[in-house]
């Protein structure tokens, strides 16, 4: 019996691979033996955990559509956040770096990219009946705008293959303030938001500042989403979206995706206070989802059509931190049966999986 579609909104795919020194193209199993061996320290103190997300994984857990990230921002180091960068001009470095990956990967035949409805259509029909090498079908989209130079820069990432920009990440950079700062856009960004909007360029909110999203907002007009967000009324901290903002996300019919990781699914963990990735925090599987998926489906009147799944997995954070009945990728097919164990219907489910990331993509591609 072949596993559902699952479209996964958010994965830093060359950030892991290319920060961590992983190779992608084998098992998490295979990885987790290297590291073993070999463990990846590229700042003291600063490991990801164990390897949870590879392409074999994701094959094996029907992960056959993602938003894969560039992802490169200006951020002091400190604490556990040791990957930022002192200047812009690194971060565009560090973005172009990130984009050969992906194209590397694409020759490879590993991934193969989505400009379009029409690539989206192809990999839904491919997807039906996967093989051992059916490639994933990847969104370039990126978390923190810092590798786009200038608006100019936006025709270059265009062209490129990027459809969704979060402009935040950690801290607050060149366009806006994000996750851990108070404030709002900066002066460079309404010039930025004019050129992606042109393009045609899904704006994510995901990691903005409170101020800097309704600033945001104020200005664009144009397709949105939160790739990898919780609810702020069931979960602790400015990380998290509050009502209002996932009533907004509703109103302009973008969608909300689920993040696999303790801190988006424990009311006991308030982000920022996290506990280390060590095994050590609360351990809900993916049946904690239930609750916030429940509140947006209030929040939009009964409907479920703007959740989604963007699990962000290996983003910092390794199987120590995933659902309790989640340890790679490929356990991720098993949300299928938890959704429907918990009652929503066949409808429901298939929109949580793909259905309803899929829907927001034609809208904005084949309208």
Known sequence: MSKPLIVDLHLDLAWDALYWNRDLTLTAEQVREQERREPPQVAPGHTCGTCTTTFPELRQGGVGVILSTIMSRTQTRSGRMKDGLRTQEQCIGMGRGHLAYYQAMARRGQLKPVHGWADLEEAVEVWKDPKPDTPIYHVLSMESADPIADPDDVEFWWNAGLRVVGPAHFGDNTYIHGTGTEGGIKAPAP????????AGIILD??????????ESLEIWDGPICATHCSARALIKGQRHLTDDMIREVIRRDGVIGMVFCQSFIDPAIEWGNRPAIDGSGGKYGMDGFIPIIEHIGDLAGGTLEHVAVGTDMDGGFGAEMTPKDVDTMADVANFATVLSDAGFSSNDVEGILSGNALRLFERVWNS
């Not at 010039?191 to 042109?198: I, N, Q």
């Open 191 to 198: 010039a930025l938001y004019r050129a992606m909007r042109e």
């Open 205 to 214: 909110i995901t990691h903005m500042a409170d101020q800097a999203v309704w």
